[in-house]
């Protein structure tokens, strides 16, 4: 079984989808997307013990590679898609919540 997600980067303007499948201790993702720079981290098979932290991390460091900006949200994505396939994050409960945001209240 696999976790697909969507990242709709409204900002930049580009909407991704993001694939995951665990695949022993790796997780495979491919990600389809219009952006250039994401087009770099397209396919990855991320080891799973180098998700757990932020800092020391193998999503962060390949779009660090990619030159992502700061504010990017795919390297999220892509961690969120992480969890649930390792079943640290509930595929149920994340459904049922729909989407994560950020929001502009004041600009």
Do not use: W, Y
Not at 4 to 29: A, E, P, Q, W, Y
Not at 47 to 61: G, Q
Request: with cysteine; aromatic share 2%; net charge neutral.
């Amino acid at each position: 079984m696999t976790t697909t997600v969507r990242v709709n980067s409204s900002v930049c303007g580009f909407t991704h989808k993001i694939t995951g499948k665990l695949d022993g201790k790796n997780i495979i993702i491919d990600i389809d997307t219009p952006c250039q720079k994401i087009k770099a981290m397209e396919h990855m098979e991320i080891p799973m013990m180098e998700t757990l932290d932020i800092k020391d991390n193998f999503v962060m460091d390949k779009a660090k590679e990619a030159q992502c900006t700061p504010i990017c949200l795919v390297p999220a994505g892509v961690l969120h898609v992480c969890r649930m396939e390792t079943g640290m994050l509930s595929k149920s409960l994340s459904k049922k919540s729909e989407r994560v945001s950020i929001e502009f209240d004041e600009v």
